[in-house]
Structure formats: C-alpha cells, structure tokens
C-alpha cells in the first residue's frame, strides 16, 4: 500500500470519532459502557492495522534507501496513550528483542511509551556512530534516572542536574551560560576520569591488589579441601569488600563494618527501584539504603576529624581515611556544587560504591567458575600466567601487562558479552543528530541495550555453530593469524587487517586478542566519549581475582553450570539464579 492510501485510512480512523459521539448519545444507564467500547474498540483495532502496515512500509524504504536520513519507523502498539508500556514493564528483555528486529536483522525503531517516545537504536550501524558522537556525550539522562528511583536524590538537586547542558568536557558548549558551580556533569566526570582511568588508576589497581591478597589469606584457607555454600556470597565478601576499600579506604570499612553488606542487600532491591515498587511493598531495600547512606555520613565526620595531608600516601592517592583522591575531589567540588551537601552527597557517593561493586564483582564471579569448570581451559590461563610472571610475586605484578594478557582478555570479553545486559540512554540538548540512515532529534531520547546486541547470532563468530552466541567460548575474542575463522566476528561480516599483528614480539605469528570490529556490537561500557571511565580499573581487578586464584588455589565448583535470570534486564550483569556451591583450598607445590 502506497503513502496515500495509508494516509486515507489514517483520515477515517480519525473520523470514527464523529460518529461515535452521536452513537452515544443514543444510549442510557449501563449500555453507555458497551456504547463506549465497541467503537473505541473498533478504533484501536484500525489503529493498530495502520500502525502495522506503516511498520512494514517503512522498514522495507529503509533498508531499500543508502543516501537518506530517517527517523526509525514507529514499532506497532494496540492501545493509545499507554502504547508499549505494558508489555515493557512485564517482560523489557523479550520486547525490545522483538521491537528491534526485523527481517532476521537488528534495527531501531520508535517506542510509543505512556505519550513519550523512546528512541531504540540497536542496528550495529547506528550504534557505531553513536558512539562518535560529541553532542551524545553527556550520561546525565541516565544519572538523573539512577538518582531520582535508586538514590532518592531530591527534585531541588535533581533540577541542577536536568538544567546543565554544558556536557561533560572542560569546556563548556558554546549554546550554554552555566555557572562553574552548577556544571555538575562536568565535576562528576572529570573526577570520575582522573582517578579510575587517568593517574589515579594504578595506585587504586595496587591498594585493590593488596586488599584482595589480604582478605584472602584472612580466610584461613590450606591444603585441605573447604566447601563453602555459595560462590556469588564468597566473592561478594571478598571482592566487593576490597574494591570498596581501594577507593573508600580502610577506615570506612573499620568504622561501619556492616556497609558492604548494606551495598548488597540495597543492590538485590535495585530491579524493584527502577520500577517504582513503594517502601511498604519492600521495606528491607529503603532499610538498608538509608544505613548505607548514613554509614557514609558518619564516615564523613571520621574522616574530617582525621584526616590531614600529611597522611597522603607518597603516589599522591591513597590515605587512611579518605582512602582516595577520588573521595578528595568530590568533598572539595561536588560537595560545594549548587543544592549539594552531606546528605546530597552521601546519596551520590553510595552510588559510587554501588557502581564499584555492582557488576565488577558478579563478573568475578563468573569468570571464576568458567576458568575453574573447564580444566583445559585453566591449564591454559595457568600456563599463560606462568610465561607471562614466573614466579614473580603477585603483587609485584604490573597491572598495565596484566590487562594485555590475550587468553585473560578474550576470556574477560567474552564474560562481558554474554553476561552484562545494560540501557544506554544519550540525547543531544542542542541540535539534531545525524547517525546515518537515522538521526536522533534535539532533545528526543534514545535508548541502547547491549544485551541484544551481544547475542546477535547473524554478527558473532560462531565457528560454523560450534560455538553458540548464547554459549561462553573463552577464545572467541582470539585472532589465529593461521586461522581465518578465527576472531570475535563473523568472517563473512567483518576481516581483519592482514597486517593486524600481535604486540607481544613473536613476529605476529601467536593467537592475539582483538576487539576490531566490534564497535556497534561489543560495547559492556557503552563507548566513545561516554564510556565508563571505571573500566579499567573494573579489568585489572578481575583479571587479578583470576590469576590469584588460578596461581595458588584449586577451586572446584560443585555444579555443572550457571543459571541467570532476565530479571535485571538492563542493569548490569545478569542475576544468578542460583547458589554456586564450591570447596576451595591452596595449591600443593
């Protein structure tokens, strides 16, 4: 059907609604219910019949179309108003899977959610340029999202942060007049940036590397077998008590000894926060997110009484009490920041502490159990670290060699690409943007699941189906100059440069990990100028959970394998469904 002829019947779904008025008026008492849903009835059914053929219409010009810049074609809902929200809130992960596909390829669309529209970009095409573009940015739609529903930030603060549109760089954009004070976006990332990805990085790798040696060995274990009952409740104890202390500091943990465990219980409640469940209805999660948010203030009075620049460790990060630079900068310019003060900030540095802990340590977790299930595979990361550190002290360990390790990291990126399920939401506060086939309008909001695209099985190297996209395939990010069906994509989708060499000095002849080509497909921490600044750092820290373990512990899990749930659709690593027994103990030599 032409653009006329669904323009014509556009027309008389609108007019239904003349004679309707007259229908109703022919009726009295309880017949008026019927006189009103037959005819809305009819409506949405005509309505929606519309909505599918334009959504067909437009998805065949599209991909019919090279030159031209479109918006992506509206996805098809029945009732008005409310258009996709249901089936959003009852099944996220499921919808926006169908939603974004079309033909057996992923595509955008545009989602009809209770009178907004949400952009879905989720064509690896798209999404590529996304990422390349400046004016997309700034996260501070995503963070006034997480403030508002997870931190109970108040709308006076909100305000500040829904009013800067100056982004995220030193610079302010030229279309705003902000006040230093009030460019919250900006204070946010640049420390954020500084400490876990810049300068600040290593020193917080190493005091990460310390706590987990030292946590470790607390626990007592020996050459004797001990079971524990749950992986997920180890690591958590462990690794996220330690990720804490390398930015947080000691101090924090001594004085408020239950605050890890008040980040896990809150971290549980995060699914039922994003949709809105009141505290009567889960009273445990606004329990322990106002300990924790008063645990971080009761540490602020410590760390002031204490604190002195003297107590700055020699590589200019770390202290007793403030445990960071990072924890510095936000009390001298978050904290004086418009609308901010303690309780402002206690609620965002519990969000820090959360973001450190909340998929850095079930990724942990996961990479763990894969290494330790597969016994080829763990005499291959063994022999791996053995060539790479011999017998060189773990912490003396360079984090900068660690993170370049090529079976580690293909491992690592693989851990990423079937687990982390995450929303990436961009918009562009002052001009259209265009992103090939499609462009983003000024102020519109799109949305982008990394899930969808990591289990886009017509992209993903599969080896001919030997190795599933729904699978884990430790090597799946290894490139075998000697292999072309080796590497991350696809051979008929993407090749690599034929110059494409290893950087370990073997004259490109050995398996080099590689993540070319995966631009709009591969994105765990989103990408370009807004990618996670703590990535790094989340790296290091799993990959030395990997080599501690596999260096001087057996482990051996006491299931076959991993069960996740959607349930956390969009928030970071997939739910784990089940307890992961295991018994643990050192290694004989």
């Known amino acids: ?265 809150f971290d549980e409640g995060i699914p039922w926060l994003a949709r809105g469940v009141p505290s009567f209805l889960r009273p445990s999660i606004y329990k322990a997110r106002r300990a924790a948010i008063a645990q971080i203030r009761n540490w602020y009075l410590y760390a002031r009484e204490h604190f002195d620049e003297s107590y700055v460790s020699p590589d200019g990060d770390g202290d007793p009490f403030w445990g960071s630079w990072l924890m510095r900068y936000r009390q001298k310019n978050l904290l004086p920041a418009e609308k901010h003060n303690d309780e402002v900030l206690s609620k965002l540095d519990l969000g820090l502490a959360w973001g450190v802990v909340g998929n850095t340590t079930p990724t942990s977790t996961l990479f763990a159990f894969h290494i330790f299930k597969d016994l080829t595979l763990l005499s291959r990361v063994r022999d791996e670290i053995e060539t790479s550190f011999g017998n060189q002290d773990l912490l003396d360990i360079n984090p900068s060699e660690l993170i370049k390790q090529p079976l580690l990291s293909s491992a690592y990126a693989e851990i990423l690409r079937l687990f982390i399920d995450v929303f990436f939401m961009v918009t562009s506060a002052h001009k259209d943007v265009p992103l090939g086939s499609y462009h983003l309008p000024k102020g519109r909001i799109a949305l982008i699941n990394s899930g969808i695209s990591h289990k886009d099985d017509s992209f993903w190297n599969t080896r001919n189906g030997e190795h599933p996209v729904t699978s884990f395939w430790a090597e799946r990010f290894l490139i075998d100059p000697s292999d072309p069906m080796s590497g991350p994509v696809a051979p008929g989708v993407y090749k690599p440069p034929s110059r494409e060499e290893s950087d370990r000095g073997d004259g490109g002849k050995a398996p080099y990990f590689s993540l070319k080509g995966t631009e709009g497909s591969w994105f765990p921490y989103g990408g370009g100028h807004s990618i996670c600044p703590g990535r790094v750092l989340a790296k290091s820290a799993v990959l030395f959970v990997s080599v501690l373990l596999a260096r001087d512990y057996d482990i051996e899990p006491l299931v076959e394998r991993i069960e996740t749930t959607n349930w956390r659709c969009g928030l970071g690593a997939e739910q784990i469904k089940h307890a992961i027994p295991f018994r643990i103990r050192k290694r004989r030599r």
Request: glycine share 6%; aromatic share 12%.
């Open 1 to 265: 059907m032409n653009s006329h002829g669904l323009a014509a019947i556009a027309m008389i779904s609108q007019l239904l609604w003349v004679p309707v008025a007259i229908y109703l008026s022919l009726f009295r008492g309880h017949g008026i219910l019927l006189a009103i849903g037959i005819p809305l009835g009819v409506q949405s059914l005509l309505s929606y019949t519309i909505s599918i053929r334009k959504w067909h219409a437009v998805n065949n010009l599209i991909s019919q179309s090279k030159d031209e810049t479109h918006l992506p074609p509206q996805y098809p809902s029945l009732v008005p108003y409310v258009g996709s929200a249901l089936s959003f809130v009852w099944d996220n992960a499921g919808f926006l899977r169908q939603a974004t596909r079309y033909g057996g390829r992923l595509i955008s669309s545009r989602i009809s959610f209770l009178g907004f529209e949400i952009f879905a970009f989720q064509d690896r095409q798209t999404v590529a340029k996304v990422w390349k573009q400046t004016s997309l940015s700034s996260p501070i739609s995503i963070f006034v999202y997480a403030m508002k529903y997870f931190f109970e930030i108040p709308e006076n603060v909100l305000s500040v942060y829904r009013a800067d549109t100056s982004g995220p760089f030193p610079k302010p954009h030229r279309d705003t007049n902000i006040p230093p004070q009030a460019r919250v976006d900006h204070i946010t990332h640049y420390g954020f940036l500084q400490a876990l990805s810049g300068p600040g990085w290593l020193p917080t790798t190493k005091r990460c590397m310390n706590a987990l040696v030292s946590r470790l060995e607390e626990k007592g274990l020996s050459e004797e077998w001990t079971e524990f009952e749950d992986m997920s409740e180890f690591f958590k104890e462990w690794v996220g008590a330690s990720l804490i202390e390398s930015l947080f500091g000691p101090s924090m943990l001594r004085i408020n000894p239950t605050f890890v465990k008040n980040i896990w219980v």
